[in-house]
């Protein structure tokens, strides 16, 4: 193998493939970069089984090959490298060369046969969404999924397509969002991606608005987006049917500033008890809203003026939950409904209908 | 105590306490922000014994008192509030109450009887330099300051006024940083202040030109900039007469672009075995400094070109000295002098004569 290629491209490569790339593996090859010659290009690939992702870097081949290669090592060499152009060479020993101006690295190399090929999706229809409305849905989303591994599933989110609309749903059992969009789509369908899987598609999407092309087969999921492929497992069994745990009835709807509300709540749960619940009390009377919180410390009064429709209501909140839905949120003002106490709250948009979120009380003990 | 003040003044203020403070403490009241009323001003003040900061924030006084509070609480609470107003009065029950627009918070405060005072330092003569020039001579020298405990005296930075020349100077063992400014004072001195109090005073030190002032007593030094007063325990014991283990002779002396070296030394030592010692060899000869290093993994060969005189050397060094030194020094092209593979390398300007670093090699066994 021996081709040359510009130190940017590669580095460009090398910090796509490397987001599959978990670091310590039992397998030896999986803490490498595949990488292979084509015709004016290198493919580049990392993988921890799960998720693949394989990208194309521009180069001169001079000769066709494939290796594997430690993956931080070599990335921390090409990213020190002046920016100029890097010639790489397979020689005796299981040895490359790098050079580069004045520099000249010999590193060992590894096996590339044992590295795992990217799962086929054959000819499916593909979906395609624009990159930065997808990366939106993954942010509304994503946050909202389950950390903890009892029950898998939910360690997912839900990519539902139904007459033309998207739906992306993750919930944990203490709430959940849904965020939805229309997608030029004549199939109906409904996978579950894995959270993690998002996250790191989320982080290769570009700021320019191109299409990121979307196929399944059963078990597997293929992101194209430019150079570059994301193949994941898809999570197997069935997700929670959310629309019927979604309450549509309430007795208190009120209207407020978003970041009005999250700059309270956020200075009200610093008194909070630290640890699983960061508990703050809302009031919401005479079209305002107090927040409350104490401890050992001290304590805390919270104002917020809004406009309310139906009855008073005294609920109580982890605060974090709350945030995360609010930081997420996009409209200036967004609308909360409440039935009571103990009922999950609803979360929405005041323009835009596109999102869902229900957040569950802290039930208090007096 | 009742007083006003502007939100992002007092924001201010406690930063740059809290700089003292380490957080936990044995004593409770250290892990406080000491706050007392002035005429027009609040002069806190935070402390860890051995280095103490106090600065004024100018306030509407509404009645005298003084309080100490829990700083990381405190801070974190000022921090969010919005950018306006904000008034602190003593309640009953040892609380204050902080109002800031719709936000109230009531939190407990410790009894101010208990905080240490600053010490007296005395009308002695004071010493004044450019904040930007002390800040320079803090960066120059401070990283060679011993971080173990051995030595104590060696965790400090020599202070040394001798026929208006401020020399600073730090060693370690392994390494020496001297550098030296034109300082107007009539008097010689000589003491050693603790590396971590000039950390801290560096962060202190603005970007606008004003003048520090500098005074001693026996056992303390102050600080004096603009509102803000450092105070702190200086080391006691003699420094090393480091004059007499400085090389003034040398078999190689060799000028090269300081940002070439230093990035091949960083490329070389990516290879350089994990652990105390990042080993690279340098090969001086026919005007090329040949950079080498290898582990298990591979090997890496640098070259910089270079101009020199003397004799040809082979010299190995933990890549890290080099690196600290070569980062601090602010010359487009620096001096080496060596004279074998076992003797200390010199490492100076080539333009301004106002520092000399010395580097210990690392001896090779073959």
Do not use: W
Not at 132 to 156: C, H, W, Y
Not at 207 to 233: A, G, M, P
Not at 249 to 278: N, P, T, W
Not at 310 to 334: P, Q, S
């Amino acid at each position: 193998m021996h081709f040359r290629c510009q130190k940017k491209d590669l580095v460009e490569g090398i910090s796509t493939v490397q987001k599959a790339i978990l670091g310590k593996s039992p397998m030896a090859v999986l803490e490498g970069i595949y990488i292979e010659t084509g015709a004016n290009e290198i493919i580049m690939r990392g993988s921890d089984i799960d998720l693949s992702i394989e990208t194309l870097v521009s180069s001169s081949i001079l000769e066709d090959g494939r290796i594997v290669i430690d993956s931080k090592l070599f990335g921390d060499i090409i990213r020190k490298l002046p920016d100029a152009t890097v010639e790489i060479a397979t020689m005796e020993n299981n040895t490359i060369l790098i050079s580069c101006e004045n520099s000249e690295f010999n590193l060992l190399y590894l096996n590339a046969e044992e590295f795992p090929m990217l799962p086929e999706i054959g000819n499916r229809e593909k979906i395609s969404i624009r990159e930065d409305v997808f990366r939106n849905l993954i942010k509304a989303t994503s946050f909202a999924v389950a950390q903890d591994e009892s029950r898998p599933i939910l360690m997912g989110v839900l990519f539902e397509v139904k007459n033309k609309v998207l739906n992306m749903v993750a919930l944990d059992g203490f709430r959940l969002a849904l965020r939805s969009e229309y997608l030029e789509s004549n199939e109906d369908l409904s996978v579950v991606i894995p959270g993690k899987t998002l996250n790191e598609v989320s982080k290769i999407l570009g700021d320019k608005n191109e299409l990121l092309y979307i196929s399944f087969n059963e078990n597997h999921i293929l992101f194209e987006v430019q150079n570059t492929k994301v193949v994941s497992r898809l999570l197997s069994g069935s997700f929670i049917k959310y629309e019927s745990i979604i309450p549509t009835d309430y007795k208190l709807q009120f209207k407020v500033k978003r970041a009005h509300l999250a700059q309270s709540i956020e200075r009200a749960s610093l008194m909070a008890k630290e640890g699983s619940s960061k508990l703050i009390k809302l009031q919401i009377e005479n079209d305002r809203a107090v927040i409350t919180s104490n401890s050992q410390f001290g304590k805390v009064k919270e104002e917020v003026s809004v406009h309310m429709e139906g009855d008073a209501i005294e609920i109580a909140f982890n605060a974090n939950y709350l945030l995360d839905t609010l930081k997420v949120m996009e409209e200036e003002e967004i609308l909360l409904e409440m039935t009571s106490s103990v009922s999950p709250a609803i979360i929405k948009n005041t323009v835009v209908d596109n999102c869902i979120y229900m957040v569950l009380p802290v039930r208090l003990t007096r």
